[in-house]
């Protein structure tokens, strides 16, 4: 990390993705007394966007601090692995309860099973800081009438995942004291206990997949995420032991227009203020380098090495970003970026698939739009990797025009609107191929045989 921000703060050079590295140009370069020290406000810091997560190598430069499971063995600067065993959602491997269940947490013969095997787990390697012991991903709670029973006397659902949580974090800090347990705050367990504290060998982390991503988690004018800000408060109140399980892109629809950089500062920012422990952000890892995707890789692993920056070094480190990986084209592409966060400013969501395509004023804008690409590829047209670049970054500007203007090109257009309109499809579809870029986060693109590029690519999943 030394050596890295040596490069980076002291001689201009960037670390903006693996095939873009930009060292600023200097005449002379007059170097003395330096002296820097960086103490990270983030002890976990990681980015599930796939520039990252599958290049160690690039997540040391960014420093990002963990490889989520991912393995070491290929990398040259391996990275610390905080987790023993599985990261999270265990109690499929714990109880044998697979998704899309959960298991009995009322039931002896669970806890018994849960703790043998994180025993198991961490005699065989307790190099790590956290083994997980938390909920499957899916809202199918057990709702036996212990469950219902127990949660009537103790307050709320997390109440009964904290009475179960906190026996083995007991018995683990008897052999194993500088080990945590891991359990989430999430889904039906978001709200805060009642009554069971968390005990001081275990982190919760607080992931609010239904707040609102276009608004701060504080912003008190989005009555959604007012809620989940009186949830996290209520967390921070009995235990300083708190990581963020944070949400980056639209998982239903990959490449549509998500214009929520202004908010990744402030959820960032805000964070940091309220002591949480360490961030994980989920994005595209599979397939994220179309769109705005390879900016949010930068983005937020530098939000995440320095929360408190300011406005203004913010945007600096956006428009130092457009410049380096645009080329002679960033100016146009950092107005479309613009133009996105104007269009999704009034959006209220947890994802963007009602707000970015049927955003007010982005059809009305849709020649200005298109203009704006067009600019851009003929700025670098002989510029292969910048132009590479933005064909990238146009792929969601594609994805939305293509839904929009359906309706007069293809459905009530006549056979050569109809034709075109087709064939523009097929280039679209045939870029997402080369690309490899996928549609949304559960499925690849489908076989070109299956596809009817008759119709918008939304319809195609």
């Not at 009034?346 to 203009?371: F, P, T, V, W």
Request: glycine letters at 6%.
């Amino acid at each position: 990390y030394a050596v890295y921000e040596f490069l980076r703060s002291c001689l201009g050079y960037h670390f903006y993705a693996s095939d873009c590295e930009v060292v600023t140009p200097a005449s002379s370069i007059a170097l003395e007394d330096i002296s820097l020290r960086w103490v990270p406000t983030f002890d976990y810091r990681q980015v599930l966007w796939g520039e990252v997560i599958f290049n160690l190598d690039l997540s040391a430069k960014l420093q990002i601090s963990g490889d989520w499971g991912i393995g070491n063995q290929h990398a040259i600067y391996p990275l610390a692995d905080r987790y023993i065993g599985n990261n999270a959602h265990t109690f499929a491997e714990l109880m044998d309860v697979p998704e899309p269940g959960q298991p009995c947490l009322c039931d002896e013969s669970n806890y018994e099973k849960a703790l043998a095997r994180v025993m198991a787990l961490l005699e065989k390697d307790a190099s790590g800081q956290l083994i997980s012991v938390s909920q499957n991903d899916n809202h199918n709670y057990c709702k036996c009438d212990k469950c219902k029973a127990k949660e009537a006397e103790l307050g709320t659902k997390a109440d009964i995942l904290l009475s179960f949580v906190n026996r083995i974090a007991a018995e683990v800090a008897k052999k194993y004291p500088d080990v945590m347990i891991h359990t989430f705050a999430y889904d039906f367990t978001i709200e805060p206990p009642k009554t069971v504290m968390p005990a001081d060998n275990v982190l919760i982390e607080f992931a609010p997949l239904g707040a609102c991503w276009f608004c701060s988690l504080d912003d008190p004018s989005c009555k959604t995420n007012s809620e989940y800000w009186e949830y996290f408060h209520g967390w921070a109140k009995i235990t300083e032991n708190i990581q963020i399980w944070d949400y980056t892109t639209d998982f239903g629809m990959y490449l549509l227009p998500f214009g929520n950089f202004d908010v990744l500062q402030k959820n960032v920012a805000l964070y940091a203020k309220h002591g949480v422990d360490g961030i994980f952000s989920q994005g595209q890892y599979n397939g994220g380098n179309a769109g705005f995707g390879v900016l949010s890789n930068y983005i937020i692993s530098r939000l995440l090495a320095n929360p408190t920056m300011t406005e203004d070094e913010y945007q600096a480190e956006i428009i130092g970003f457009m410049k380096g990986y645009y080329g002679a084209a960033w100016e146009s592409v950092y107005a479309y970026f613009e133009a996105i966060h104007e269009l999704n400013q009034s959006c209220h969501s947890n994802n963007g698939s009602e707000n970015a395509i049927n955003a007010d004023g982005y059809y009305e804008r849709l020649a200005e739009l298109d203009s704006l690409w067009k600019a851009a590829k003929a700025a670098v047209k002989d510029d292969a990797l910048s132009l590479k670049h933005v064909e990238l970054a146009e792929l969601q500007h594609t994805y939305v025009r293509l839904y929009l203007t359906w309706y007069e090109r293809y459905s009530k257009g006549d056979s050569t609107s109809k034709a075109a309109y087709v064939a523009e499809n097929q280039a679209f579809y045939q870029a997402l191929v080369t690309a490899n870029v996928r549609l949304n986060e559960g499925k690849g693109i489908l076989d070109c045989g299956k596809v009817n590029f008759t119709v918008p690519p939304q319809t195609w999943h």
